[in-house]
């Protein structure tokens, strides 16, 4: 059974750079055929893919975002990271990791979510 | 970016109704769409995947169909507890987008 735990901070001021964690049980980040993604919704809005990292360590990310975003993998703890630099109010929601299924589809397992309020 | 029209945007509908969500894109992207619920401060949840696909676990009055670049999400016979907020994704293109959202209430 594959589970994903967010950790960071919650308070980021502006300008300045939020990180991010999910620590992933149950499987390997660096083994069989999955996406470790992350997503964000802001309070009572719909939600927005951030970014992807595969198995084989390529990443992709939303251009919306400007270059901002990177995901990254600590292979030895078995976690993943974002990282977003330059955050401003419009960054602070509701970040998710999850575990997209390659070979079937679909985002099956996912964190509970961690809230990010950025402000001074 | 390949766009998801979600609609309708909110329904109110009672226990045991049928509810139809419709995604519509922007351009052909095969079967490569999921849908999703989501409680009220709770994460997504995934129903259906690979746009007809029924995920492990997940009631069968949820079901998923394509005819060409419209998707559709239905229940059959709306239960308590899927009164929620309802999204279609698409991973067949970068970046990876989500629809606006559906709002299930009560009528």
């Given amino acids: 059974q594959v589970h994903l735990q967010e950790s960071g901070p919650g308070l ?11 620590t992933v049980s149950g499987a390997s980040i660096s083994g069989g055929s999955y996406y470790w993604v992350w997503i964000r919704q802001p309070a009572g809005k719909g939600l927005e893919w951030i970014g992807r990292l ?8 939303n251009p919306s975002l400007k ?3 990177t995901i990254s993998a600590d292979t030895f703890r078995n ?18 990791c999850a575990n997209y299924d390659a070979t079937w589809g679909g985002m099956d397992v996912w964190g509970e979510g961690t809230t990010v309020l950025v402000s001074s | ?20 969500i419709t995604c519509r894109a922007s351009q052909g992207m095969r079967n490569d769409l999921d849908w999703y619920q989501q409680r009220p401060g709770k994460a997504p949840k995934l129903l259906i995947y690979a746009a007809s696909s029924l ?23 709306l239960q308590p507890e899927d009164f929620a907020t309802y999204y279609c994704l698409q ?14 209430d009560v009528k």
């Fill in chain 1, 12 to 22: 980021v001021k502006p300008s300045q750079t939020l990180s991010l964690t999910c």
């Fill in chain 1, 54 to 61: 595969y198995t084989s360590g390529s990443t992709k990310y």
């Fill in chain 1, 67 to 69: 270059s901002r975003a």
């Fill in chain 1, 79 to 96: 976690q993943f990271s974002l990282t977003l630099n330059s955050v401003t109010a419009a960054d602070t929601a509701v970040y998710y």
């Fill in chain 2, 1 to 20: 970016a390949i766009q998801l029209t979600q609609s309708p945007s909110s329904l109110s509908a009672s226990v045991g109704d049928r509810v139809t």
């Fill in chain 2, 55 to 77: 995920q492990s676990g997940v009631p069968s009055r949820f079901s998923g169909s394509v005819s060409g670049t419209y998707f559709t999400l239905t229940i059959t016979s």
């Fill in chain 2, 91 to 104: 991973h067949y293109d970068y970046p990876w987008t989500f629809g606006q959202g559906t709002v299930v």
